[in-house]
C-alpha cells in the first residue's frame, strides 16, 4: 500500500515550498496566478486530499514550557 501524497510532495511537483502550498489552499491572495496554476495542477496530478484533523493539529496553540 503505497502512502497518500503529503504537501511536501505537491511542493516538490509544482517547484514550490510548502509554505506556498499551504497559502494555496488556504485561498491567500498573494500568490500569483501563474504560480497558484501549477500548484493546483499538482494537487490534482497526485489526487492530494488535504487531511483535516492534521491542519487543525497544527495550527491549535502550543503549550510553552517554563525553564
Known amino acids: ?3 497518500p501524497p503529503t504537501i511536501h510532495d505537491v511542493a516538490a511537483a509544482a ?3 510548502h509554505q506556498t502550498v499551504s497559502r494555496v ?3 491567500a491572495t498573494n500568490v500569483r496566478p501563474a504560480t497558484r ?3 493546483e495542477h499538482a494537487i490534482h496530478a497526485l489526487d492530494y486530499i488535504r487531511d483535516d484533523q492534521a491542519a487543525a493539529l ?3 496553540p502550543r503549550r510553552q514550557s517554563a525553564d
Open 58 to 60: 497544527a495550527r491549535r
Open 15 to 17: 517547484h514550490v515550498s
Open 25 to 27: 489552499l488556504n485561498g
Open 1 to 3: 500500500m503505497t502512502k
Open 37 to 39: 496554476s501549477r500548484v
